[in-house]
């Protein structure tokens, strides 16, 4: 007689339905020895955003952009702690220059005027 099959431990990225990150890039900034949790909340609302772009998920992509940008406005200081005095003001003119980016991507995300790619558009009309 066969056994019925039991309830095993399922692969945790699979079974809870999340992302596994493949991006090595990313991977390598995640491994870089920094030690500053605002920097990394700001990585990763950054990089989720840049993600959920990718599938078309236009409102996550929005909400992730702000997210960045509260984190950058409420969190400067402690963004900066960690890096050395030496490059302090380097370093303020990046999170204004991302600052200032974000602004600009928030209005073209909002811009929801139905277009898709080329292709996409194509095969819409192809099919009606």
Request: cysteine-free; aromatic content about 0%; hydrophobic content about 40%.
């Amino acid at each position: 007689a066969l056994a019925a099959p039991t309830a095993g431990k399922q692969n945790a990225p699979t079974a809870a339905g999340s992302r596994v990150n493949k991006d090595p890039e990313s991977l390598l900034r995640n491994g870089l020895p920094i030690n500053n949790e605002p920097v990394r909340k700001l990585q990763v609302a950054l990089e989720t955003a840049r993600n959920d772009l990718k599938v078309k998920r236009i409102s996550a992509s929005i909400g992730d952009v702000q997210q960045a940008r509260g984190i950058i406005k409420n969190q400067a200081t402690a963004l900066l702690k960690s890096v050395r005095p030496s490059a302090q003001e380097r370093a303020k003119e990046l999170l204004e220059e991302i600052d200032a980016a974000l602004d600009p991507a928030i209005t073209a995300l909002k811009e929801n005027n139905g277009q898709g790619s080329l292709q996409e558009r194509a095969a819409l009309d192809r099919a009606y």
